[in-house]
């Protein structure tokens, strides 16, 4: 792990291809940690990890990079350091500086980075922005363990047939990081989600609530397995499950303000509206979240996005809360 030297190039990865020749154990991971991120790290501060598929596929430019920015400025506001992380020509940064996030925010072509991709990336010198899942092993690879995002990807509606599930929900049962989130996308089938989690031992905590937040909507019908009412609470989770030496993360599920929320009935005539749509514009795989918020942008009179924008950084804020009480340490100034 470098923290400031360069990955290897492109080019000399794809050349040497050493893998079955060396023992893992001579590897470093193939990440460029900030020198602010790393002396963070190294005195035990709070550091919270920021994924960048909100700046490379959740909104034009300028208008992402100003995202960067404010949800960035929330976290030192909050008394943590922000650890933006993305893939900038095959060098997955931990930590971006100003230009490496204009570069990204301005990219004409990124790709939207999972586990199934990130290898791929690195080893052909491509930009792209990192998903729930890319940034979970990230941070745990630089040894960041608490991340904020919006909502989680989960169980596609008609999974049952199609399989459709997202990466992150496996990433929760194998990466130590404690995501916090609005919960999953309402575009989603959530029971099935919670279903899913369940079944992979991830633990869901409620912040507050014992609904599960539905995204833009503060609350579903549908109960959250455990509630807890503090960040403090929930650092002593995370120490607790570390002691018992238990894999995977946790996810913490933060409501959306009241004043900034769409209530969910009225959510879900939008939701299920796009959703007839792509069925019969027969739009699937990766192209499916992409067209659905597209499309509730503009059903919704641009309310989807400015409730995405105000929950994100409301989960900012909390995972700032959590990392402060998991460190123990003084806070960033």
């Known amino acids: 792990m470098n923290a400031s030297s360069p990955s290897p190039p492109p ?13 893992q154990a001579a590897f470093s991971p193939p990440i460029t940690v900030s020198a602010e991120v790393a002396e963070a790290l ?25 995202m960067a920015h404010q949800v960035e400025a929330d976290c030192r506001e909050n008394k943590a350091l922000p650890a933006t992380i993305g893939l900038l020509d095959g060098e997955i940064l931990v930590g971006m500086t100003e230009t490496q996030l204009q570069a ?42 608490v991340f904020a ?62 609904h599960l937040p539905a995204f833009w909507s503060a609350a579903s019908p549908w ?17 607790a499950r570390a002691r018992l030496g238990l894999d995977g993360g946790m996810l913490v599920t933060n409501p959306i303000p009241a004043v900034d929320e769409i209530p969910f009935d009225a959510m879900k005539i939008l939701v299920d509206q796009v959703l007839e749509e792509a069925r019969l514009q027969k739009v699937d795989g990766k192209a499916v979240t992409p067209f659905l918020l597209s499309r509730l942008l503009t059903l919704s009179e641009g309310r989807s996005l400015t409730a995405n924008i105000a929950l994100v950084r409301n989960n900012v804020r909390l995972a700032a809360a959590i990392a402060c009480a998991r460190t123990g340490q003084a806070p960033i100034e």
């Open 11 to 23: 080019s000399s990865l794809a050349r040497s291809h050493p893998l079955s020749h060396r023992p």
């Open 149 to 210: 995002t919006g909502g989680i990807g989960g169980v596609h509606r008609g999974g049952e047939d199609s399989m459709d599930i997202s990466a992150d929900l496996n990433e929760l049962a194998r990466t130590p990081v404690t995501v916090v989130c609005a919960g999953a996308k309402a575009i989603l089938d959530l029971p099935r989600t919670l279903e899913y989690l369940e079944t992979r031992g991830v633990p869901v905590l409620g912040y507050q609530t014992d």
């Open 104 to 145: 990204l925010a301005a990219s004409p072509s990124p790709m939207k980075l999972s586990r199934a991709d990130l290898g791929f990336a690195l080893a052909m010198g491509r930009s792209g922005g990192t998903t729930v899942s890319a940034t979970m092993i990230c941070a745990a690879l630089a040894g960041i363990s």
């Open 223 to 239: 109960r959250v397995p455990l509630r807890v009412e503090s960040p403090q609470e929930i650092a002593a989770i995370m120490e």
């Open 42 to 66: 190294r005195l035990h501060r709070p550091v919270v990890a920021l994924e960048s598929t909100i700046i490379t596929h959740g909104m034009p430019y300028p208008q992402n990079l100003a």
